[in-house]
């Protein structure tokens, strides 16, 4: 049997903190925010992004990154820039976001569903993802936050009456050693596969009980 595929959340997805805004036209008053994939070269750095909303810019200056560890390749991020001139973005701060993608169920040992809040769930412009925003319940042991764990599991894929088909989708979480004094927001990606769905069912284990979303994919 195959061990449960998860993101751990040892680092914070957001990376971007600033202690103070300046007003005006500081360096902060026109930045922005977006999910996006980046993409990396053979020297292993960033050198673009695609927005969630398809908008594609050049990096003014190409960055690394201690979780950029291969090259030719794209990651998932959330980015925070200020557009300049040409089409280029200047970074502010850019963080790696976690993408889960769906597992059958038969081939998952353990299937944790401790409970979690939910925040927001929406597709993608572009249809390729699903992101999750999610209140994480936390705490510190011996100075260092604990860990949660995330999986999807794939219950099933069905053809319906009329010829569509739904996937049926089951977001996994273990709360691990993590106490539970306060809440964090964090946000996830699931990558959705390339045979043809129109819909997913997803469901998750809230403090208030199950919860499930229908998203339509077209």
């Known amino acids: 049997m195959r061990k449960l595929l998860l993101y751990t959340f040892l680092l914070l997805l957001f990376s971007c903190e600033t202690d103070s805004y300046e007003k ?11 999910f996006a994939e980046l993409a990396v070269n053979s020297q292993q750095q960033g050198v673009s992004f695609v927005t969630d909303e398809g908008e594609q810019l050049a990096l003014a200056n190409p960055l690394t990154a201690s ?25 502010v701060s850019l963080g790696r976001m976690g993408v889960l993608s769906p597992v059958p169920h038969w081939r998952l040992k ?24 999610l209140l994480l319940k936390n705490g510190r042991i011996e100075d260092e936050e604990g860990t949660h764990v995330l999986g999807l599991c794939r219950d099933t894929v069905l053809k319906n009456d009329n010829q569509t088909q739904t996937a049926y989708y089951r977001l996994l979480h273990s709360q691990g050693d993590a106490p539970q004094y306060y809440t964090n927001r964090r946000y996830v990606s699931i990558l959705l596969p390339q045979e043809h769905l129109d819909t997913v069912r997803l469901s998750m284990e809230t403090y208030s009980g199950r919860l499930e979303k229908v998203i339509a994919l077209q």
């Open 24 to 34: 005006g036209q500081g360096k902060y008053s026109l930045m922005r925010a977006d």
């Open 67 to 91: 979780w950029i560890t291969r090259p030719d390749t794209t990651y998932r991020t959330i980015v925070y820039y200020n557009k300049v001139e040409n089409g280029r973005a200047e970074i």
């Open 110 to 133: 353990e299937m944790p569903q401790d409970p979690l809040g939910v925040e927001s769930v929406w597709l993608t412009r572009n249809g390729k993802y699903i992101n999750l925003g």
